[in-house]
């Protein structure tokens, strides 16, 4: 089938009857919203379908033609068993939020909320509550897609209009008053069809500054738009779980000059695993539709009950494993299927087999919400490490400025293991650095310093980051184990600046993990292991004073005693981040400049006398001459030697 033989069928269709579902527990709600917002060309309104669980009895509704479904519309949100993780799905062009409904209606059966918009694209011949347009300009529709396919990245930005609707969709659900607290913020993905599959990359890290940091997963429907309208480097900065859907029967069918599947090579390829790739028997581009008009040629274009069984089984099982967090659902991705011609999994590196973690490249492994952490962390486990007897040395990461682009973070954590190789390579260490973001949007949170914002924040991906890289170190261990590695209990760890800040403070958060800590200049301030000093309480991250309060637990002073903590600062050193909001309140500015001292090395000497007074016997504070804010040669041999002491005790 051609291009231009396949927006000709758009316009007279989009897919089956009835809505199915192999597995369905929940009754589904259903309602419509309008949320207006300013474009570029004056304000607009963006429609949105949504489908949710309820507990309300469905009745069987109209969509449009011959589609039907069962839904209870208008109805509320079911509160027990949530809150839901959110899909936000993108129709292709010339399309509408309708499109999908044979999956879209069936994943919120499953306990997920779904939010689907209709695109304002110059031709739409399906509209929310209306179905197929009966006037819609179809000769217009095919010229303007025609012209689409011939687009390259450089012509994007004339669609780009999706990608923001398709953020404001996600901002507005999250904010809505009927929905935001039946959504679970932590459990995010996106997905779309043809130019919908361009639309969700465009918020997971192929657009440059557009990355969404709450999105954990992509899912693309027949895309040939997201081959051609992104090169491979922008689509492998797509660092998350991806899942990409090809039909049997377009494989040959041109987007340009390339074939779909070429489009879906290229698309699958460069993505990052865990990722899979799934090829519909007998599918066209138009199976991961919904049929909307009755007539012959509809109905030889849509696809096949059969056939949106296999979809809906590969796609659900996808969202419920890496995003819903239920690991049970793997199996049915592993699982031989005759739906299928192809069947392509690439399931993260590092997930347990010894050849995968015997490496002395950098490995990424995902996001896992299930498991407590919902960034993406680096794990490298040289060739020359012991299995008998590994410890891990963890290097929080330090991007050094502000950014919402998550790529940034991920660029300067991979830059961070140049710093971690002369240590871990002469001691045969496993290292792992997370890729905690610093959104410029939160400025405030300093989360690479783990501030006190990091600790008080409402923003679950944000918040207790020290918990998260716990659990991160978790799975880690895990992964290793199931290499054959036997790995100590205690970790090592390291970091300069806001790193050795982070490293200093989560120390002190968790003696219990920690084996020795190497942390170099750290702020301007190193955190003491007292409650009041002088007379005057010092609340976090100067002392412990309300430790219990935002942590959660009280400082153990006999394991805090147990430390090794090897302080180091350069003497011409003027980094100084207590006079910065991002780092210190004005209060707690004022309190440090009485208390400790406006010059660093003032400071620092005030530091030392009370770790060595708290009877911290394990406890070194070094000061390099004629060294600066930098690590030198002369403390990279001084973090060696205290790492090989604390090895051998």
Known sequence: MNIRAGFLALAVLALPAAVRAEETSLNVGFTVLDWTYRGVDGERTVRVAVWYPTSAEPKEHAYGGPTRGLVAVDAAPLAPGGPWPLLVFSHGYGGGGFASVFFTEALAARGWIVAAPDHNDRHSAVRIGKGQVEDFDRVGLLRHAKEISGYGPEDRDKLMYRVEELQLVLDRMLGSEKFAEAIDPRRIAVGGHSLGGFTALGLCGAVKGRRDARVRAVLIFSSG?????????????????????????????????????????????????????????????????????????????????????????????????????????????????????????????????????????????????????????????????????????????????????????????????????????????????????????????????LDRDVMTTGILELKRLDLQLLAMIEDAKGRMAGGGFKVADRILMMGFSASGMFVNRFALLHPEAVRAAAIGSPGGLPMVPVATLAGQPLRYPIGTADLAGISGARPDLEELRKLKLYFFLGADDDNDSVIYRDGFEKEDEDLVMKIFGGPLKDRWAVCRKVYADEKFGNVEFVLYPRAGHRVTEEMTEGILTFFRSALAR
């Open 225 to 449: 738009a997201a081959g051609y309208l992104y090169r491979e480097e922008e689509l492998a900065a797509v660092r998350m779980p991806a899942m990409v859907f090809l039909g049997e029967a377009e494989k040959e069918d041109k987007r340009g000059d390339a074939t779909m599947a070429g489009i879906a090579k290229k698309v699958y390829g460069a993505l990052s695993a865990p990722k899979y790739l799934r090829e519909v028997r007998g599918a066209t581009h138009f199976s991961f539709n919904n049929r909307f008009s009755d007539t012959d040629a509809a109905r030889k274009l849509s696809g096949t009950d059969a056939q949106f069984a296999t979809i809906r089984r590969h796609a659900i099982a996808f969202l419920e494993k890496h995003v819903a967090g239920k690991a049970a659902a793997g199996s049915d991705l592993d699982a031989a299927d005759a739906g299928l011609t192809r069947q392509e999994s690439d399931p993260a590196a590092g997930a347990g087999a010894p050849r995968a973690l015997k490496t002395d490249e950098p490995v990424r492994i995902p996001a896992d919400p299930a498991k407590g952490f919902h960034w993406d962390y680096f794990l490298l486990v040289p060739a020359t490490a012991d299995r008998k007897g590994s410890t891990l040395l963890v290097v929080p990461n330090n991007t050094g400025k502000a950014d919402d682009d998550i790529k940034t973070h991920e660029d300067a954590a991979l830059l961070s293991f140049d710093h971690a190789r002369p240590i871990a390579s002469k001691l045969n260490l496993p290292v792992l650095i997370p890729v905690f973001p610093r959104p410029m949007s939160n400025w405030q949170i300093y989360t690479h310093a």
